[in-house]
């Protein structure tokens, strides 16, 4: 589960910095979310209130070892833009 | 970027905010021999420290993380940016110039003398400072493609969008922050220029109040990091602090209240997104995401233009859940996916609660019917283009065409016009010249003084109106 998982801290950091009631709402949507009962609910409100799940599969995929075999690895992608940002003196 | 000491400051005109208004007073005044300050409540942001992870930016570029909502019926997310760039840094760098109708409606039905022709030296000005370039058919990558082979068989209106980028190789991730600095956003393009040219850039100060004196500008109160107090003198303020929170710094002021209009008249375009499943390697996070546009129903208020991400931006706008998302995502490299913008007729309206925004916004009945269009319009595109399956923004089994409100999973990134520019006192905020109306010294340049929707992104807009107000200032027209 991604509260146990490498990008925990990182959607932690994400819900920290939404205003500080939403914080609360968001950790008890996401709670909701993380049980497939739960998960099965939310599936059955409107799109926004899906929005919990969808920032767990946020989280999730923006794991590098789950993005990268779907050809995305934003280390390198990072890599390449500093190294070009060098390369031609941009700030 | 500058000392965060100082108590008191003194300087000729005082901007507040860095975005795509600010930044352009800013160097413009200052290159003109003006002693400037400006106010930036956020930070600096070092690419250094880009690292184009989700959570991670959004958490640090953006305002509330980019979780900013609008009450009312749909509820819709607007992310704005926060920090030196404004919403300049986080957004897709797309540049369209006013279109000459809505230059017509505001000139008609607003009283404001803006049309093409005095506007083009100022798009040219901005246009050649923040190097606005048309993306090519390789820059724009494979999900382009999908979109442009979907609009020529249907015969559609389409081109490759014109943007704010130089040395552009297609990282994919304008809205997390651009590795390579690519994209001229207003941060590293004006403020070096503001700064060259002697104006004091102050990051991590929140203007608190407007301070007026027998009717005139005077200068502004505002609050550092660390909670001290800076006041800055100056006859000549220009507010751009966005169109959510100009109009809370000039309620707090007790300012440009006296129409009834402060904090009215928002409009969004509020967007979409669809996605598609193709036969083919797509690989939407490689190239430039909004690359490429679909103006064939423009005139019925619908645009559609690029939209992509990596796997997490996908993950997350994807419209399914469970099983069936798991299974999309399995299959990302052939997903494609682009964007629906409505010029939208809905107003909503923002007002403070305690230091936050209350952002009040109901969809109404022109603009759902414009998205129940543009969601038809989005399904021929993509089985147009040979999509294998189409997942449209929609709970299962609702058709586009009965959609209602609540169905929609909308997001919005052009807040527009709460401090709306009217010839009449009694109907606007600010004049055609933007200048608040009733007071000395006083100017807005943000997109809260656009009177209407634009139909296109309009940060170039904001742009030209803010360079045209500091070449009228360094005129003389002004009082600086």
């Given at each position: 589960m991604l509260a146990k998982g490498p990008d925990a801290a990182s959607l932690e950091r994400?819900?920290?910095?939404?205003?500080?009631?939403?914080?609360?709402?968001?950790?008890?949507?996401?709670?909701?979310?993380r049980r497939p009962r739960g998960a099965a609910l939310l599936s059955l409100l409107s799109p926004l209130d899906q929005l919990p799940s969808g920032l767990l599969a946020m989280a999730r995929y923006d794991d590098p070892d789950i993005s990268r075999p779907l050809g995305w690895d934003a280390a390198a992608v990072i890599a390449r833009g500093r190294r070009l940002r060098r390369a031609e003196g941009r700030p | 970027?500058?000392?965060?000491?100082?108590?008191?400051?003194?300087?000729?005109?005082?901007?507040?905010?860095?975005?795509?208004?600010?930044?352009?007073?800013?160097?413009?005044?200052?290159e003109g021999g003006v002693r400037v300050a400006l106010l930036e409540e956020g930070a600096w942001h070092d690419p250094d420290h880009f690292t184009a992870r989700s959570p991670e930016m959004?958490?640090?570029?953006?305002?509330?993380?980019?979780?900013?909502?609008?009450?009312?019926?749909?509820?819709?997310?607007?992310?704005?940016?926060?920090?030196?760039?404004?919403?300049?840094?986080?957004?897709?760098?797309?540049?369209?110039?006013?279109?000459?109708?809505?230059?017509?409606?505001?000139?008609?039905?607003?009283?404001?003398?803006?049309?093409?022709?005095?506007?083009?030296p100022c798009f040219e000005r901005v246009e050649e400072a923040i190097s606005v370039d048309t993306v090519t058919p390789e820059l724009a990558g494979g999900n382009a493609a999908v979109v442009r082979r979907g609009a020529e068989?249907?015969?559609?209106?389409?081109?490759?969008?014109?943007?704010?980028?130089?040395?552009?190789?297609?990282?994919?991730?304008?809205?997390?922050?651009?590795?390579?600095?690519?994209?001229?956003?207003?941060?590293?393009?004006?403020?070096?220029?503001?700064?060259?040219?002697?104006?004091?850039?102050?990051?991590?100060?929140?203007?608190?109040?407007?301070?007026?004196?027998?009717g005139r500008a005077a200068g502004v109160l505002a609050r550092l990091e660390g909670g001290a107090t800076l006041e800055v003198r100056a006859p000549t303020v220009v507010v751009a602090a966005g169109t959510i929170n100009t109009p809370l710094l000039l309620k707090r002021s007790g300012l440009a209240g006296r129409s009834g209009q402060l904090g009215r008249n928002l409009s969004l375009h509020p967007a979409t997104a669809v996605f598609a499943r193709m036969d083919e390697i797509v690989d939407m996070a490689r190239g430039v995401p909004q690359s490429l546009y679909i103006d064939h129903f423009a005139e019925q208020g619908i645009m559609l233009e690029g939209s992509a991400g990596p796997p997490a931006y996908a993950a997350l706008a994807l419209p399914l859940t469970g099983a069936r998302h798991a299974e999309a995502m399995r299959a990302f490299r052939q997903l494609a996916v682009f964007g629906l913008m409505v010029s939208d007729s809905s107003r909503g309206s923002v007002a403070a609660?305690?230091?936050?925004?209350?952002?009040?916004?109901?969809?109404?009945?022109?603009?759902?019917?414009?998205?129940?269009?543009?969601?038809?319009?989005?399904?021929?595109?993509?089985?147009?283009?040979?999509?294998?399956?189409?997942?449209?923004?929609?709970?299962?089994?609702?058709?586009?065409?009965?959609?209602?409100?609540?169905?929609?999973?909308?997001?919005?990134?052009?807040?527009?016009?709460?401090?709306?520019?009217?010839?009449?006192?009694?109907?606007?905020?600010?004049?055609?010249?933007?200048?608040?109306?009733?007071?000395?010294?006083?100017?807005?340049?943000?997109?809260?003084?656009?009177?209407?929707?634009?139909?296109?992104?309009?940060?170039?807009?904001?742009?030209?109106?803010?360079t045209r107000l500091a070449l009228s200032l360094l005129e003389g027209d002004g009082s600086v």
């Open positions: 994400f819900i920290a910095a939404a205003p500080l009631g939403q914080q609360a709402a968001m950790r008890a949507l996401l709670a909701l979310a | 970027m500058s000392a965060r000491l100082a108590q008191r400051l003194q300087a000729e005109v005082c901007v507040i905010g860095s975005g795509a208004g600010g930044a352009p007073v800013a160097a413009e005044l200052a959004l958490a640090r570029l953006y305002r509330e993380g980019g979780q900013t909502f609008t009450l009312g019926r749909p509820p819709i997310m607007l992310p704005l940016g926060r920090g030196i760039g404004g919403t300049t840094l986080i957004n897709s760098g797309t540049c369209f110039r006013t279109p000459a109708h809505v230059l017509a409606r505001w000139q008609r039905e607003y009283g404001i003398e803006v049309s093409e022709d005095s506007l083009r068989r249907l015969r559609w209106s389409y081109g490759y969008l014109r943007r704010n980028a130089r040395g552009c190789v297609g990282s994919g991730v304008c809205t997390l922050g651009c590795p390579t600095s690519a994209k001229q956003h207003t941060g590293i393009t004006y403020i070096p220029r503001a700064q060259r040219a002697g104006a004091q850039i102050l990051t991590g100060a929140q203007a608190k109040r407007v301070l007026i004196e027998r609660l305690g230091s936050r925004p209350l952002i009040r916004y109901d969809m109404n009945a022109a603009d759902l019917q414009r998205f129940r269009d543009g969601l038809v319009r989005m399904r021929e595109l993509f089985s147009a283009a040979g999509a294998r399956e189409i997942y449209l923004p929609l709970p299962a089994g609702v058709d586009p065409e009965m959609a209602r409100r609540r169905d929609l999973k909308l997001m919005a990134f052009h807040p527009l016009g709460t401090a709306r520019a009217h010839a009449r006192p009694d109907q606007g905020v600010v004049d055609g010249s933007l200048a608040v109306h009733g007071l000395r010294g006083l100017y807005i340049a943000d997109g809260s003084v656009l009177p209407s929707s634009l139909g296109v992104n309009p940060q170039l807009t904001i742009m030209a109106l803010a």
